[in-house]
């Protein structure tokens, strides 16, 4: 600790707009990040792109800026993440040595439920939308505008390409309470685990 919590957001366009890329690579747009102290206590940062531009650059400085002081970087299915990441060096080589040591402290959430929980209302599924659910009753997506990675990817895609007339604030705040979801689940997650783990000692 501290530990910061980490989602990213991606467009994989079939035809790229942006220099270095090749059709469908996947190109951070969004992150979210909760940074959880030894205390428990956690705080909330958030960036989303503007339409028009590479938003590469300037996502690369707020996580870098978000991760600073993280001992370590938790996400779930920490190889997206970690591609990403090393995908914004190629973009901000003079941001290279703060990006790969946020790509070596990720810590991957997914194998940890995978390998030591199952519910039956997991349905076979450990993706978070399924985990989450089940071992943090109340908790989920339901409520949500955007309430898939799919719809974000669309959305964000379009709002990219100035394809939506209007680039509204509540699209916005959709797309921002969508991440940021994922990252308040991980925490959820986390703490549900140190649940189950006190019990078991016990």
């Not at 989450?132 to 799919?150: C, M, N, Q, R």
Request: proline share 5%; hydrophobic share 45%; with cysteine.
């Amino acid at each position: 600790f501290p530990a910061a919590f980490l989602d990213f957001e991606t467009v994989s366009m079939a035809i790229p707009i942006w220099n270095g890329c090749a059709p469908y690579t996947q190109v951070p747009v969004q992150f979210s990040s909760h940074m959880m102290g030894v205390d428990g206590q956690v705080e909330h940062s958030e960036w989303l792109a503007d339409s028009g531009g590479d938003p590469r650059p300037r996502l690369a400085q707020a996580l870098v800026s978000a991760c600073a002081g993280a001992a370590s970087v938790v996400a779930y299915n920490a190889g997206f993440e970690k591609a990403c990441i090393m995908g914004l060096v190629e973009v901000c080589p003079e941001l290279e040595e703060e990006l790969v040591t946020i790509a070596e402290k990720l810590v991957d959430l997914l194998p940890i439920v995978r390998n030591n929980v199952y519910h039956p209302q997991f349905y076979g599924s450990f993706s978070i939308k399924s985990v989450l659910p089940a071992l943090v009753p109340g908790a989920g997506y339901g409520e949500l505008e955007v309430a898939s990675g799919d719809v974000a990817a669309l959305k964000l895609e379009k709002m990219m390409l100035g394809g939506l007339k209007e680039d509204s604030d509540e699209l916005r705040e959709a797309l921002l309470r969508y991440c940021e979801m994922d990252t308040y689940a991980m925490v959820e997650l986390y703490r549900k685990l140190l649940e189950i783990a006190d019990q078991d000692a016990a």
